[in-house]
């Protein structure tokens, strides 16, 4: 059950908002969507802030082809910093948002959200803080993309994956790192061959963390 407390163990910059204002929105604007859902595109107005109760969504850029690059994921208890931004600026949204797993989530409408900006000091502090660790990140991102070879972000992609072996496709792959899947499926064939991984359906077992290493920092 989601009552007020959940959402404060969640948003704790959310205490000082007068509790008959976030129970006034429960449970009408609390939202239950499937894994696939997609949230928001791009050029799409911006119909609240959502508050992530439980799961996580990917946001992500298409170029006309089709290709995606992954630009960062919302978490529980994290801010969508594109949704700030469409919010803030009254714009539409300039990205797209896909949920990665079931979620949960409470969606504060977007005059709350202005009237939280306004007055509640804490909400604003946690959304701009958020914003400038999002940014930060989204450079890294950028850096990478523009100057690090890809065999090296595939190496350092699969050794941050926690499960093992890696229960992923060579599209999806792709589609994080901003590639194509002929590419990674190519690269991915050189790993085994220099017996880095093991390559199984939708699966790959990282066979030596030292070897993958050393191309991650090549």
């Known amino acids: 059950m989601v009552d007020r407390s959940t959402i404060l163990a969640l948003y704790p910059s959310l205490a000082t908002v007068p509790s008959d204002t976030i129970e006034a929105l429960l449970p009408a604007a609390l939202a239950t969507v499937p894994a696939g859902t997609r949230l928001f595109a791009e050029r799409e107005p911006c119909q609240g802030f959502p508050l992530l109760v439980s799961g996580s969504i990917r946001v992500v850029k298409y170029a006309p082809s089709g290709r995606e690059l992954l630009l960062y994921r919302v978490e529980r208890g994290d801010s969508c910093i594109i949704t700030s931004s469409c919010l803030l600026g009254r714009t539409a949204y300039s990205a797209s948002g896909i949920a990665e797993t079931p979620l949960v989530f409470l969606m504060l409408p977007a005059a709350l959200f202005e009237r939280l900006i306004a007055e509640c000091a804490p909400f604003r502090d946690f959304v701009f803080r958020l914003f400038s660790e999002r940014i930060a990140e989204l450079m890294q ?20 994956r926690s499960d093992d072996p890696v ?30 991984v093991a390559l199984a359906r939708e699966q790959i077992t990282v066979l030596d963390r030292e070897g993958l290493k050393a191309v991650g920092a090549a």
Request: glycine share 6%.
């Open 167 to 196: 229960v992923t496709t060579h599209q999806q792959l792709a589609d994080e790192l901003g590639s194509v899947r002929e590419i990674v499926s190519r690269l991915l064939k050189g790993f085994a061959d220099q017996g880095l």
């Open 141 to 160: 991102l950028v850096e990478e993309v523009a100057f690090t070879r890809l065999d090296r972000r595939l190496a350092r992609l699969l050794l941050a």
